[in-house]
């Protein structure tokens, strides 16, 4: 009897070893473990042992059948991870292939330039201020000091609708519309982006249509310092810690001083290229003092109040930062231009 | 305005200062030099020759042989094909071994088998730009005057070993389109004096007086009137030296009587006129305003349609001139003239801005009265040009001038604290310092405690308050010396308007929903304007439209983005999906601005989904551009106030096409693009939409509150309902809904079946429902109750049949 469990044992250990799957496993377990199994049909003739022997071989008999069901689990853990493991071969995917493309769009390169101007004098109080593009002469011109017959009015020949409306020429109607707002109080503190119109033939450095960007504090003690530190802080913000600045006088109707401001090429960093014309300096912006006939018309006593105003290009900022070569591409909206400006440095 | 660097050496002295220097200097204190020429860059070697013997070459029709004295004794032999090459010629000679401009290298050469070596230049070939050669020279070779020494520098000859600046003027410095004003300010950037020239003239006995009358009609326009005579002038080329200033300048010589007033043109910045005094026709001189349809021939032989705008130079009867523009081809100096009649004149800018306007002919002169004259150089500018027509024409000035004088000449005396300038500089200047500034520029000035009363000359009438004074102090002790400072005064919150935020939302929501930002005009064509409008009204049109294509405002932004997928659909990209922000302008009044409005507009065309190596690919649909919307919708808060409703509109499709109201209020559309649109512009199906951006955004929302998040289950019913095929699943969905009350917390439609298995005219639809209360767990007694009262509302109310 002894040998008989011994050799069952052996018997049913091979064959768990043997086991190909999980099934085969409990087939084995059914056959040599169950009711019916062999095991239990070798203890039915325990009953001709003898008492001392009945107990050896009972404790035998389970041992027996522990050494199998240890055998079956090792089995069926080592079984099971197999499986796994197939599993996960079966699995396995290229995961090189190009993931599911997700669809988004970004802002107009224009737009990107604007917010970010918008952004950085927000930080320093501004609120952002906006205007009809369609404009009166009178907010367009003549609050700006550029009466009727004025020189000045040619250097930005106008899209008239009738003698009193037209396209605005600059966003600074916009100034002057605000300005008459405050009622002669200041402070006034804003940045007014927006499109603009002149009657210029579109081509790679013009376009009768373009953004605009200006800027106007007024207040009680504003000095040109005030306006050159300012300037500073944006050129510096846009372009680079590393820029420098120079203001050099210029003219406008609607500033006394005027200045133009520079800044030194981030190209060649003043060394002289193409870009800069090898003057080692980019013309940003143009700039000044409000004069005092614009503050008196808006209803600011001149005598109590200055301020500053400053004005921009968005396209020509896009240009020099981005180094886009031709103005029409901001209007054209190529997809292969519009989606280079998703990218956020 | 060009300036000669040598030229300007005459009034400022410039030792030590090159002219690279000086454009530095000029740029940074006031007038930006947009460029330095040197007018002999990259020439060497041409010399002075003489061309000793010529005979034609024997195997080419057009050549000659030259033999040319380079003034060593020995001659050259040189082939020319000018026309005008003759012997006893004088000329400029690039021997072997010179350079030309384009680094262009004279070797020894054979033509047609005769040697030549080296070249006789026209005074193109030494860089000379075409429109300022004389015209007796531009089609062929420089000849030299007789007495020009041989075997000197050709160049130096020409005056050419110089360098010209070129000054971009803003409109308010009239001062510096002449030699003197340039002086001026030359002078006050670097501190030194200015030489003035001193016109000394000897008269004859006889008197100008005796010769002509002048009477003015025109007053206004024209307050100062100047006419001297010259007699016995005898017609040459002028000086070489004065030649080149004027080439330098950009103008053309002609004669020694032309080139001498506009010689005087550029020195004092006066234009001045000489007329054939023999061909006037008469002895007198009447400036009026035109006639209604009078004409005159200009010297650029074009003939003028006059009106009564402008002003004109008569000889009493017929104009002889078009007043500070041009001068009539009736009275033009020639080379048989021997008396001028010389005019210098003070003309309103106004009244030459119009005529030069109207004729579309901008002039040396018309450019200068336009900005403004200085009236104290009338009369000096007249005595100047008398000088030299002596000294370079050999004319004799008649004894004093006739004139016309209504002019007042008044200077600005403006005073001004040194407070002032400080306050607006942010300087810490003291009196003298300003004071100095100003006395540089050679202004009067009389200086008490802390004011100074400063007389400014008439040549700069740019300068009339005291902010024009402080711009001069500033800009002469140098921007680069102001300290930088931030705006002081009480701090405030920057920010933007709930709206400019909202309209960022949007902005950011699309783009991160896949549509890209464009930007297109606000002006287009009639055409176009007409399509897509939210309203519907008559376009606002340009007064002087550049083109059609730009002639009125828009009224819808569609038009515009399906030219942007027209656009890129016509070069091989196969999906574009675009949106804009912009006004629309909606016509009222005349004369009043128009109402403008802002916008959104999205337009997608080609394929929405694309894996292309698993297989997907879908193109654009209704629903796509829909569940863009829906979602803009929902982030602004305001899905539950949204409903769709069928729409048909122009260019767009019928079938697909709906009117987007917020509560009662429609607030825009969305549809396909009429397949016809679609074929016209080659576009695949195309989907768009335009909403009133205003409307959107200033509608109210509710505003954001924490909801509880659900404690108890909820309970999910799904129906299934037959109804008529034209039941929308937005009616059953009110339906449901307003029978559901508040415990149906979610209805959406899970399924929609039109297919063959459906009786004619019907459709199913199948709707999941979801049961909720937030306080407890619903009994099914409850939920069932509800649900038969929504089954019999959808019955009742729209006709639906639980499908079996």
């Known amino acids: 009897m002894q040998e008989r469990l011994k050799e069952l044992q052996g018997e049913a250990l091979e064959k768990v070893s043997a086991a190909m799957d999980l099934k085969e496993l409990n087939d084995i377990r059914v056959a040599y473990l169950g009711k019916k199994g062999p095991i239990t049909e070798v203890l039915k003739g325990m009953g001709k042992l003898s008492a001392e022997e009945r107990p050896k071989m009972g404790a035998l008999a389970n041992e027996v ?20 493991q197939a599993k996960l071969a079966a699995e396995t995917i290229d995961v090189t292939l190009p993931g599911r493309p997700v669809h988004t769009g970004n802002h107009h390169s224009l737009t990107r330039v604007v917010e970010e101007i918008e952004d950085l004098f927000i930080g320093m109080g501004y609120t952002v201020a906006e205007g009809p593009e369609v404009e009166k002469d009178y907010y367009n011109f ?60 579109d081509d790679a450095t013009h376009s009768h249509q373009f953004m605009q960007i200006e800027g106007l504090v007024i207040d009680e003690n504003i000095r040109m ?15 680079g810690e590393e820029r420098e600045i120079r203001l050099r006088p210029s003219f406008f109707p609607f500033t006394e001083p005027s200045v133009e401001m520079d800044i030194s090429c981030m190209i060649c960093s003043g060394e002289g290229c193409n870009v800069c014309k090898k003057t080692g300096w980019i013309e940003i912006l143009g700039a000044g003092m409000v004069h005092p006939n614009v503050l008196e018309m808006a209803g600011f006593d001149s005598k109590k109040y200055t301020g500053f105003a400053f004005g921009m290009g968005a396209e020509r900022i896009a240009m020099l930062k981005y180094g886009v070569d031709d103005i029409r591409h901001f209007y054209t909206n190529d997809s292969r231009f519009l989606k280079q400006f998703s990218i956020h440095e | ?167 971009g003027l803003t409109p308010n410095r009239a001062d510096c389109q002449s030699m003197l004003g340039v002086a001026y300010e030359v002078a006050a950037i670097l501190g030194k004096d200015v030489k003035l020239p001193q016109p000394k003239v000897e008269t004859v006995s006889e008197r100008a007086a005796d010769y002509i009358t002048v009477k003015v009609e025109a007053a206004d326009d024209n307050p100062l009137y100047v006419a001297k005579v010259i007699k016995n002038v005898k017609i040459a080329p002028s000086p070489l030296w004065l030649q080149a200033r004027l080439t330098a300048a950009g103008i053309r010589p002609h004669n020694n009587v032309v080139d001498i007033t506009n010689y005087i043109l550029l020195e004092y910045g006066q234009p001045l006129h000489a007329f054939d005094y023999d061909r006037l026709g008469s002895k007198e001189i009447l400036v009026r305003r035109a006639n209604q349809g009078e004409k005159i021939t200009t010297l ?26 041009m001068g009539g081809a009736n009275s033009e100096v020639g080379n048989e003239t021997t008396t001028v009649l010389l005019e210098s004149a003070y003309f309103t800018g106004g009244a030459i801005r119009k005529s030069s306007k109207d004729h579309g002919l901008r002039s040396e002169a018309s450019a200068r009265y336009e900005k403004g004259v200085d009236p104290q150089r009338i009369r000096p500018a007249a005595e100047r040009a008398a000088q030299l027509l002596t000294q370079y024409a050999g004319g004799e000035v008649l004894e004093g001038s006739v004139e016309v004088d209504t002019l007042k000449v008044e200077p600005a005396v403006i005073s001004i604290t040194i407070d002032k300038i400080n306050r607006v500089l942010g300087t810490t200047l003291s009196v003298s310092e300003a004071n100095n500034i100003l006395e540089r520029l050679q202004f009067t000035t009389v200086v008490e405690e802390n004011e100074m009363t400063v007389t400014v000359p008439t040549r700069r009438g740019d300068i009339t308050i005291e902010e024009d004074l402080v711009e001069e102090v500033g800009r002469l002790y140098g921007y680069d010396n102001l300290t930088s400072t931030l705006p002081g005064g009480t701090a405030s919150a920057g920010s933007l308007t709930p709206y400019q935020k909202k309209r960022r939302i949007v902005r950011q929501y699309l783009e991160g929903a896949g549509l890209y930002q464009a930007i297109t005009y606000s002006l287009t064509s009639a055409e176009k304007a007409q399509n897509y409008c939210l309203e519907v009204r008559e376009p606002i049109k340009l007064a002087m439209p550049m083109s059609e294509e730009r002639s009125v405002l828009r009224l819808s932004l569609i038009p515009h983005l399906l030219e942007v997928l027209k656009y890129n659909s016509a070069r091989q990209i196969d999906a574009t999906a675009v949106y804009e922000t912009g006004s629309v302008f909606l016509s009222t009044a005349k004369n009043e601005l128009p109402e403008e409005k802002e916008h959104l507009a999205a337009a997608i ?102 909801e509880a998040i659900p404690r108890y289950p909820s309970i999910t019913r799904d129906i299934a309902l037959v109804v008529d095929q034209t039941t929308t699943a937005q009616a059953l969905s009110t339906v449901i809904r307003e029978a559901g009350g508040k415990l149906l917390k979610d209805v959406h439609v899970f399924d929609l079946y039109e297919g063959d298995r459906m009786e004619e005219g019907k459709k199913s639809i199948a709707y999941s429902l979801k049961y909720f209360d937030p306080e407890r767990t619903l009994t099914d007694e409850e939920v069932v109750k509800t649900h038969d009262k929504v089954l019999k509302a959808l019955e009742e109310k729209a006709g639906a049949v639980l499908r079996g």
């Open chain 1, 65 to 84: 059948r522990d050494q199998i069901t240890q055998g079956i689990t090792a089995k069926q853990v080592q079984l099971e991870e197999a499986q796994i």
């Open chain 1, 142 to 201: 003549e609050a700006l000091n550029l009466p009727k017959g004025h020189p000045a009015r040619d250097m930005q020949d106008s899209f008239y609708i009738t003698e009193d409306i037209l396209l605005r020429t600059h966003t600074s109607p916009v100034q002057a519309r605000t300005m008459e707002k405050h009622e002669g109080k200041g402070p006034v503190k804003i940045i007014c982006p927006g499109k603009v119109f002149r009657r210029d033939n």
């Open chain 2, 605 to 706: 065309t080609g394929l929405w989904e694309l894996h292309q190596w698993q297989g997907e690919k879908k193109p654009v649909d209704f629903f796509v551009l829909k569940g863009i919307l829906e979602g803009l919708f929902s982030k602004l808060g305001l899905l539950e106030q949204i409903t769709f409703a069928k729409l048909e509109k122009d260019g767009l499709h019928p079938g697909r096409s709906a009117e987007v109201f917020l509560n009662e209020t429609s607030i825009g559309f969305i549809g396909q693009v009429h397949p016809n649109v679609e074929k016209e512009l080659d576009l695949k199906e195309t989907y768009v939409f335009e909403l009133s951006l205003e409307k959107l955004l200033h509608a109210e929302m509710n505003p954001l509150r924490y």
């Open chain 2, 1 to 167: 305005m060009y300036v000669s660097y040598k030229w300007l050496q005459e009034y400022v002295d410039l030792s030590g200062i090159t002219p690279e220097e000086l454009a530095e200097k000029i740029t940074k204190s006031g007038i930006e030099v947009e460029g330095v020429e040197t007018l002999d860059e990259g020439i060497k070697g041409v010399v002075v020759g003489y061309v000793s013997e010529k005979e034609k070459h024997p195997s080419a029709d057009k050549l000659n042989i030259c033999q040319v004295d380079l003034g060593d004794g020995e001659l050259v032999q040189i082939i020319c094909g000018a026309p005008n090459v003759d012997k006893g010629q004088k000329v400029a000679v690039a021997t072997v071994g010179a350079v030309l401009p384009g680094n262009f290298k004279i070797k020894k050469a054979k033509l047609r088998g005769e040697a030549s070596n080296g070249m006789i230049c026209s005074l193109q070939e030494l860089g000379f730009e075409s429109k300022l050669v004389a015209k007796e020279y531009s089609e062929g070779i420089y000849v030299f005057p007789a007495d020009t020494e041989l075997g000197t520098n050709a160049l130096e000859q020409l005056h050419r070993d110089d360098q010209v600046l070129e000054l």
């Open chain 1, 225 to 239: 310092t005030d306006l050159k530190g300012t300037l500073e802080v944006f050129a510096k913000k846009m372009f």
């Open chain 2, 300 to 325: 650029d032989d074009a003939e003028r349609e006059l009106t009564t705008d402008h002003l004109v130079i008569t000889n009493g009867e017929v104009p002889v001139a078009l007043a500070g523009v």
